[in-house]
């Protein structure tokens, strides 16, 4: 019996979804506009996020050490910092390599080369090059490495100088983007949610009224609430998933247009791969939100009505 009445609830929702051909479709492509800027939200947070990602890797602190400061004592700095919680990665840079580093910068310029040359010994002393698991740690690394200076003896400074404040502002404003890309990309849903449910709400208030007269026969011969609900909140999901699967299906053409100009300016993301490996997860954020809002908005609007 409860299988029968099931289906009987799904039939009639279909049935109002086509029935209602015009009112069905503007709902569908309202919708398919909101699922869309919801799915290229995705794929532009992606990008961003991949591209965040890349300069994340290029800011660094660096400790430089005194010439003075033996291979044991920096390794063992090196070997404390390595343990904090806060760091992804230590670059240890001998000053043998530190030299060589010059040189090669430098190559073109051979004022420079053979005043170096003058000199009778290597007047680079050894560094680290530190990068946090997030840019906002840094403050806190820079101070645990300028904390460390006198460690090794009583008198003995081994550490010349942490360039954290030159990169502070590169760092801060980093982090700055992070937070706000965040912010912006939560408004922005939230704002789209209400949208797309005040939407599919109204286009689900217009149906019930176009069939009030028989919503009312219903509730006359005794018709439960929830199946008079039922097939408005099937018509609900039918919208935001037939909306959602368009949506997706549009995405694929799209990404493959795109996805040479995304790969050279974003080096790291390009539409197409991420669509690819990623399609199931696009499915479940594009399909799965208009399904949601559909059946959110249609139930929202049924009960409204019926206590009234």
Same mark, same amino acid.
């Given at each position: ?9 799904? %039939?009639?929702?279909?049935? +109002?979804?086509?029935?209602?051909t015009f009112v069905s479709l503007a709902t569908v492509l309202v919708m398919m506009i909101t699922l869309f800027v919801i799915g290229s939200t995705i794929f532009m947070n992606e990008a961003l996020t991949a591209t965040l990602d890349q300069i994340k890797h290029k800011v660094d602190i660096n400790a430089y050490f005194l010439t003075t400061a033996t291979e044991d004592q920096v390794l063992d700095i090196k070997s404390k910092v390595e343990k904090l919680p806060e760091v992804a990665s230590v670059e240890y840079i001998s000053r043998e390599e530190a030299l060589k580093q010059f040189k090669s910068r430098h190559e ?8 170096? $040359? $003058? ?5 680079? +002393? ?14 806190? /690394?820079?101070?645990? @490495? ?12 081994? /550490? ?12 801060? %404003? @980093? ?32 149906? /019930? ?5 028989? /919503? $009312? ?11 008079? %609900? ?10 935001? @998933? ?12 799209? #990404?493959?247009?795109?996805?040479? #100009? ?9 539409? @197409?791969? *991420? ?7 696009? *499915? ?12 959110? #908005? #249609? ?10």
């Amino acid at each position: 019996m409860l299988l029968t009445t099931v289906k009987r609830v799904i %039939r009639s929702g279909v049935v +109002g979804f086509f029935r209602n051909t015009f009112v069905s479709l503007a709902t569908v492509l309202v919708m398919m506009i909101t699922l869309f800027v919801i799915g290229s939200t995705i794929f532009m947070n992606e990008a961003l996020t991949a591209t965040l990602d890349q300069i994340k890797h290029k800011v660094d602190i660096n400790a430089y050490f005194l010439t003075t400061a033996t291979e044991d004592q920096v390794l063992d700095i090196k070997s404390k910092v390595e343990k904090l919680p806060e760091v992804a990665s230590v670059e240890y840079i001998s000053r043998e390599e530190a030299l060589k580093q010059f040189k090669s910068r430098h190559e073109n310029d051979q004022l420079t080369l053979q005043a170096l $040359e $003058e000199l009778d010994d290597n007047p680079f +002393g050894a560094s680290l090059a530190v990068q946090a698991k997030d840019p906002s740690q840094y403050e806190v /690394i820079a101070k645990f @490495l300028e904390g460390q200076v006198n460690v090794q003896g009583e008198d003995e400074q081994i /550490i010349e100088k942490v360039n954290y404040n030159q990169n502070k502002t590169v760092i801060d %404003r @980093l982090t700055n983007i992070i937070h706000l890309v965040e912010r912006v990309e939560f408004i922005f849903s939230i704002f789209l949610i209400l949208a797309s449910v005040m939407i599919v709400f109204n286009t689900i208030r217009l149906a /019930i009224y176009t069939n009030k007269d028989e /919503i $009312e026969v219903m509730q006359l011969v005794g018709a439960d609430n929830w199946f008079v %609900r039922g097939p408005y909140v099937v018509e609900g999901i039918l919208y935001g @998933l037939t909306a959602g699967v368009v949506v997706l299906l549009i995405f694929y053409p799209i #990404s493959i247009y795109l996805a040479p #100009s995304t790969k050279s300016f974003f080096v790291a993301f390009d539409t @197409l791969t *991420f669509y690819l490996t990623n399609f199931g997860q696009l *499915f479940i954020y594009v399909v799965g939100s208009g399904v949601i809002l559909g059946a959110v #908005s #249609s139930f929202l609007a049924v009960r409204r009505y019926l206590n009234a």
